[in-house]
């Protein structure tokens, strides 16, 4: 204690008249000492003995103050009144470094106790340890321990390294299954792991070969699980030379009937001229890892030179596509974030149908059976993967237009249009949303006046019912739908273009205003309403009619209730489409 005592003794006057003096080294002095005492087993009023015989000294004070399960164990059950107590399933060395711990606060972390010591942390209820030791772990995850480390994880329940350690597997997976862990995982266990549609896979090959390297491995063990394993991969996505010259004739697979049909089922596919007419199965589906999300945007320069271009909102960056300038201003909807389409596109029939599959190596529009009906101004939607042309208008042979409440359906499997039940109402320049499987028909203009009314259309039953309408007549309206939610943006009436939003909730079956835009922005992407998009859990809205406003974006996030505005790169004089595509695989 004679250290204790013979500390410099800082001082700080608190009033004119009372000083509070406090030795900064007086704890650290005391805990040494008694820590010093511990080692000796002396004064100690217990004894740890744990499963292998070793005994761990200590003062129970030191170790009711600092570990809840000491505490309870020491106060309120029958080791009160015992100065020897069995630690069961405590490994020595562990409870000899937690110990140390309570009465020094240090301790040492390393990648051989790190596990060891965590667990036994939990035991002790010893908070900070066990977060020390959890953010070790994270901090040394690798590709060759971060199976083991998920595992022990989700055996323990730590949830924190249970996520990062499954999130780092899943970017890193390529990599992961080069380590012997990989290896040496379970069947169930690695089905599991390729069967997730978030591992980080550049492409499909390097699945399949990680099941036919897991299976060899033990082959005579593992043979019979190949068809379940094989029922995750992806074949459908591998390249047709890969498929031709390295899975058509893997010995293993030829052994397998059931893996036959898988690789018969993938080159039936590869071989479709139409990709629509593949259904959309598991095995067919890019994993979404994969697929980074981007903003197919179409436009009109200052010197009016078509142009496309893809946008990342993240970075406020646009690329051109040079071999899509010929895109022009028509109503477009996109499937499965993969498949555009461009409706009523050439004057005077409007009557013209292109498709753009983004994930070709060749990006480029191809025609497809026209509508039945001329359509401009019309409203495109899908629903349940069925492409809707909706209302719009025609021109007769007198140069008046005729306003339209006909509806047709395109096929995806024969690419055959066919008429659907009619809208109550005829209406050309609105807007429509697809929200919950049903088709929405917002405001518009019916040759004489601004509309306030909404229609919904339920395939299900081929008919059209009258929703609850928006607060006023407007036509150009643009409407998108985020989180469950849609919302009417902007618009124009007699009184001119709109900068008020509104929200439409299915349960409540109410629109609601919302705050205004800072602009006003009427056909917000100039003709076909899809310049509203909707990515990662923000609305945007971009272009308009105004040259002041086209080189602006407005995003509304629902979490604040306010929209923010920046100015887009300097490439469109008029932007005249905006939706969300998978990036193509060749940029």
Known sequence: MDNVQKQALKCEPTTKIVTTCKNSYYKDGVFEFLQS?????????????????????????????????????????????KDHVKMRDLDSKVLRILVDYMYTGEIKITTDNAQV??????????????????????????????????????????????LVSED???????????????LSLSSEEVIKLISCDEISVPIEEKAFECVINWVKHELDRRIDFLPDLMEHVRLPLVSKEYMLEKVVDEPLLKSSPKCKDYVFEALN???KVNPLAVP??????????????????????????????????ATNVCQILPKLSKFNKSAMSVMYDTFVFTVGRNHPSYCSVEMLDVSSQDLCWVPKNELLVGRQCSGVGIVNNCLYAVGGKNCGLNGRYSYLNSVEVFNIYNEQWRMVSSMSSSRSDFGVGALNNLLYAVGGYNGSNYLNSVECYDPSIDKWKTVAPISGGRSDVSVGVLDGIMYAIGGKDESGRKKTVEAFEPSTGVWKSIPDMHLERSNADNVNKTGVFALDGLLYVMGGQNYEHVSSIEIYNPKTNRWSIKTLPNVFGIACGAIVVNKPSDL
């Open 37 to 81: 005492l511990r080692q000796n087993g002396k004064y100690c009023d217990t004894k740890l003995e744990t499963d292998d015989g070793e005994i761990v000294f200590g003062h129970k004070l030191i170790l009711i103050s600092a570990s809840p399960y000491f505490h309870a164990m020491f106060t309120s059950f029958e080791e009160s009144n």
């Open 117 to 162: 010591v965590l667990s036994a942390a939990d035991f002790l209820q010893l908070e900070y340890v066990m977060q020390a030791c959890v953010e070790f772990l994270i901090n040394h995850l690798d590709h060759s321990n971060c199976l083991g480390i998920k595992a022990f994880a989700d055996k323990y329940n730590y949830e924190k390294l249970f």
């Open 168 to 182: 780092f597997i899943k970017r890193q997976f390529i990599e992961v299954v080069k380590y012997d862990e990989f």
């Open 269 to 271: 596919i590869l071989a």
């Open 280 to 313: 959309l199965t598991v095995q067919s589906k890019p994993r979404s890892s994969n697929l980074q999300k981007m903003v197919l945007l179409s436009g009109v320069t200052d010197s009016f030179k078509l142009v496309t271009t893809l946008y990342n909102p």
